[in-house]
């Protein structure tokens, strides 16, 4: 859902700068954010980050290219990530939303080992619409 449309050169060179600046921050802080990148044969098709890192906590956030998905790709992206979360981070819950129409993504939350704790209702403004939200945790 943060991925700008069209995506330019411009966006792939400023968000490659953030992911270095996590990198060296990660030495010495915990970052508000933190990107991971996805490759296949060496070319970025996805992204998998922790968005609003709180203390014990953090909001986990992802995106693939659509020729790269239903192959299993997001699904062990999400399980590394998380795991690498609760390990080198210290977080004892992890969360993430999905829009309401966005079955792909809840089955990847689920097949992560997330749970549907709720539905926040009319969250998600689209083209005169407004749209439900699903939220799924992860706990420690």
Sequence with gaps: SNVPS??????AQAWLERMRGNRLMLRFKKPSRIDFAITVDD????SVA???????MAQLSYWLSREHQGRGIMTQAVKT???WGFEQ?????IWGYTWSDNEDSQRVLR???FTLEGVHRKVWPKNGQF??????????
Aim: overall charge negative; charged content about 25%; hydrophobic content about 40%.
């Design 6 to 11: 069209p995506y330019t050169i411009e966006h």
């Design 43 to 46: 070319e970025v098709v996805g």
């Design 50 to 56: 922790f968005i609003d890192v709180k203390d014990h």
């Design 81 to 83: 990530v998380v795991r």
């Design 89 to 93: 981070c210290g977080f004892v819950r």
């Design 111 to 113: 097949r992560a080992g």
């Design 131 to 140: 749209y439900d939200s699903h939220m799924y945790a992860i706990v420690e």
